[in-house]
C-alpha cells in the first residue's frame, strides 16, 4: 500500500510554506479541514452548551461528535472515557491530583527517566504525602526500557507505572501490551503517554489494556489541544477538581475543569476523517476501525522509507552518535530520530540549517532528566529530526545535501 502523496499534502495547507518541516514531534502541520470545522463552529454555532434553544443544542451535538470520534481514534468503548484538555501536561496534572486520596503513604509510583516530564513531575509531587516515586531508568548501552529491570522494581506495594509508549527523543516504540500485562499481574496500574506514537501507529486502548493514555492532538495533525483516555469505571472512582457541585458520577466533565474547548473539540474530529479517508483509498470494504488500521500501515510504509534513508546517511558518518535504533527498518522504529557529532554544537548546527530553510531542533525536549542522565545536557542535547507522512524522500533529500554543507 503507497501513499497519494499529493492528496496527501493538500490535505496540509502549511506545506505550501517555503520551508520544510523536520521538527514535526513538536507539534505537526494542521489538516485543512479541522480549521474548517473550526470555522463552521464558530460562524454557526458559537453559543453556550445546555440552552433549549436549536443552536444551543447543536452546539452540544458538535461537541459530543467530536469526543465522540476521539474516543474512535482511541478505540475507547464510550465517548465518557475521553477526557479532554489544553495539553498533555495539564491533563496528566489533573488525573494526578484527581488520583491523589487514592494512594496511602508506603504506595509505590514507579516513572522512567525516558518520558517526557509531563508523566514524571505530577507523579514526584505525590511524594509530598508520603507516596514514594521509584525510577525505571533507560538501558544506556540499548536505550531501551528493560522489562526485567521493572519486574525487579515492582513490589506488592507498587500501584502505578507511568512510561512512555515512544520517547520524543528515542523514537522507539516500548511494548505497552507487554508492560501492562506484566504491571497488571503484580495488581498496579499504568499511565501511558502516546504523544509520540499516536501520529506514526494505530491506537488501541481496548487490545492493550491499558488503565490511562494520553495523546497531544495538535502532533497529531490537529488544533492545540489533548486528549487523556482513562478506563470508566476508574474515571469513576477520580475525585472531582471541578466546582464543588459536579459529583463523581459526572464523567468527564468532573475531571474537565474549566470546560472543553468546544470549537477545537468540534474540529479535532476532522483527524479521523483524514484518516478514514486514507482507508478507504487502500480499501474500499471494511470498518470504520478498520480502514483506520490500514491508513496507519500506509503511513507506517512511508514512514520507514524516510526513516530508513536519513539514518543510512547518518550511519555512513563515523562522526555521528544515533541515540535509539540506527535501522529505519525496524517495526519498532518511528522516524523520530536524535543524533550528536563529534565536537560540534547541536544549536550551531540546527542555526546554519535556518539558510537552508529546513526546520530543525535541538535540545532536550522536556525529557530533560533523559538528556542529563545520557551525559548530553552540557552538550546542548541532541540534534532531532522528526518526521511525519507528510514529508517526502525529495525533503530528506534536502536535508542531507544541506547537513554534507554545514558538517563540513
Not at 488544533?223 to 464523567?251: C, E, M, R, T, W
Request: glycine share 6%; net charge negative.
Amino acid at each position: 500500500m503507497t501513499l497519494d502523496m499529493n492528496y496527501v499534502r493538500q490535505q496540509f495547507p502549511g506545506l505550501k510554506s517555503d520551508w520544510t518541516f523536520f521538527d514535526n514531534a513538536g507539534g505537526s502541520q494542521i489538516l485543512k479541514p479541522v480549521t474548517e470545522k473550526i470555522n463552521e463552529y464558530y460562524f454557526t454555532k458559537n453559543v453556550q452548551l445546555g440552552g433549549s434553544y436549536d443552536v444551543s443544542v447543536q452546539a452540544a451535538e458538535a461537541v459530543h461528535a467530536g469526543r465522540t470520534s476521539i474516543a474512535k481514534f482511541f478505540n475507547a468503548s464510550r465517548a465518557e472515557e475521553v477526557i479532554i484538555g489544553p495539553s498533555a501536561t495539564v491533563l496528566l496534572k489533573h488525573l494526578s491530583q484527581a488520583m491523589s486520596s487514592q494512594f496511602q503513604q508506603g504506595d509505590e509510583i514507579i516513572v522512567t527517566n525516558s518520558d517526557h516530564e509531563s508523566n514524571i513531575g505530577p507523579w514526584l509531587n505525590l511524594a509530598e504525602q508520603g507516596v514514594t516515586i521509584k525510577f525505571w531508568n533507560l538501558n544506556q548501552e540499548t536505550y531501551e526500557l528493560d522489562l526485567a529491570e521493572l519486574d525487579l522494581l515492582m513490589t506488592e506495594k507498587t500501584r502505578l507505572v507511568c512510561f512512555t509508549h515512544v520517547s520524543n527523543v528515542i523514537g522507539t516504540i516500548n511494548p505497552v501490551q507487554e508492560i501492562t500485562r506484566m504491571v497488571h499481574k503484580r495488581g498496579a496500574r499504568v499511565c501511558v503517554d502516546g504523544v509520540a506514537y499516536a501520529p506514526h501507529r494505530a491506537i488501541d486502548v481496548q487490545a492493550w489494556g491499558v488503565d490511562y493514555y494520553v495523546i497531544s492532538l495538535y502532533k497529531t495533525f490537529g488544533p492545540h489541544q489533548s486528549a487523556l483516555f482513562g478506563k470508566y469505571d476508574q474515571l469513576l472512582d477520580l475525585d472531582n477538581i471541578y466546582h464543588f457541585f459536579f459529583d463523581k458520577s459526572n464523567v468527564p466533565a468532573k475531571l474537565e475543569p474549566g470546560n472543553v474547548n468546544f470549537e477545537l473539540t468540534y474540529g479535532s474530529s476532522a483527524i479521523l476523517d483524514y484518516l478514514l479517508d486514507l482507508g478507504n483509498r487502500e480499501t474500499s470494504v471494511g470498518s470504520a476501525r478498520e480502514k483506520c488500521i490500514a491508513a496507519y500501515s500506509s503511513i507506517t510504509d512511508q514512514e520507514r522509507i524516510l526513516g530508513e534513508h536519513l539514518l543510512k546517511y547518518l550511519r555512513s558518518r563515523d562522526d555521528c552518535s544515533i541515540i535509539g535504533l540506527s535501522d529505519g527498518n525496524d517495526p519498532r522504529c518511528v522516524p523520530t530520530i536524535s543524533f550528536t557529532i563529534d565536537g560540534k554544537d547541536p544549536a550551531k548546527i540546527c542555526k546554519e540549517m535556518d539558510s537552508f530553510k529546513i526546520a530543525l531542533r535541538f535540545g532536550d525536549f522536556y525529557a530533560k532528566r533523559l538528556i542529563t542522565d545520557l551525559g548530553l545536557a552540557s552538550r546542548n542535547g541532541v540534534i532531532r529530526v522528526s518526521m511525519t507522512h507528510y514529508n517526502t524522500i525529495e525533503e530528506v533529500d534536502d536535508l542531507i545535501h544541506a547537513l554534507k554543507i554545514v558538517l563540513e
